[in-house]
Nanobody, 125 residues
Framework: HVQLVESGGGSVQAGGSTRLSCAIS????????MGWFRQAPGKEREVVAL???????NYADSVKGRFTISKDNAKNTLYLQMNMLETEDTAMYYC????????????????????WGQGTQVTVS
């Protein structure tokens, strides 16, 4: 049974930093892409950052230069380092995994992902 569990959310002051973690269990595939998504109240879920099986990353324009996605295969954990946080970053953040090809993940965003965590709230004020 595959499970993704996010942690690290909370309240942060504008300009501050925080790191989200996503613990992966039950996932036995070696080739997959992963991503962080977010959804603010009244808005659609959007891609924040993606990382392919080969390590190539892709970011939303709104977070480029501020957020960094990384994964530790030994710990089966995905991370999102969030710096220079803005009030517009306030949202529920979700991690997700997909067996689709890297290019399919990059081109199709949330639609390419089939396995999701429960989300963690980040509030920037």
């Amino acid at each position: 049974h595959v499970q993704l569990v996010e942690s690290g959310g909370g309240s942060v002051q504008a300009g501050g930093s925080t790191r989200l973690s996503c613990a992966i269990s039950g996932w036995t595939y070696s080739s997959y892409c992963m991503g962080w998504f977010r959804q603010a109240p009244g808005k659609e879920r959007e891609v924040v950052a993606l990382v392919g099986s080969g390590g190539r990353t892709n970011y939303a324009d709104s977070v480029k230069g501020r957020f960094t996605i990384s994964k530790d295969n030994a710990k089966n954990t995905l991370y999102l380092q969030m710096n220079m946080l803005e009030t517009e970053d306030t949202a529920m953040y979700y991690c997700a995994a997909s067996l689709a090809s890297d290019n399919w993940c990059y081109e199709n965003g949330a639609a390419a992902f089939t396995t999701w965590g429960q989300g963690t709230q980040v509030t920037v004020s």
